[in-house]
């Protein structure tokens, strides 16, 4: 205990404050996607497209959006679970994936792209 005060305190907090200047920095939101994550963000799209629930998925994705990273910290911890099950994989992609602050407005914005038309073309 004594170890701590020894020295510059003054000295001791400037290292301590500049040790813990990023400890919860993000990732900036301007990075571009992978081609592989692009991809897998346009098949998980495709799907809710085909299946007809483009307004549902996104009315869900809006209003859990800023719980993001919590849905890929839960994915990560039920990983060993679902791999039976899941490809481990894209499980794994998709939790990094929603680490990022801007991969749900992607996903939103793709399937709203994508289910644009075919509302267009049924009336």
Known sequence: ?????????????????????HAFAVR???QS???EDAQLLERIA?????RRMAAPA????ESMGPMNFLGSQALHFITPIIEC????????QVARLLERRD????L?????AKSAPQGASAQ
Do not use: P, Q
Not at 108 to 112: H, K, L, M, V, Y
């Open 46 to 50: 495709e799907t809710i497209v085909k």
């Open 103 to 106: 991969t749900v407005t992607r």
């Open 33 to 35: 996607l992978a081609s």
């Open 1 to 21: 205990m004594r170890s701590l005060f020894k020295g510059n305190a003054a000295e001791k907090l400037a290292k301590v404050r500049a040790g813990l200047r």
């Open 108 to 112: 939103i914005a793709i399937i709203e």
């Open 28 to 30: 900036s939101e301007t």
């Open 58 to 61: 996104t009315m869900f994705l």
């Open 85 to 92: 099950t899941f490809n481990v994989k894209e499980v794994e």
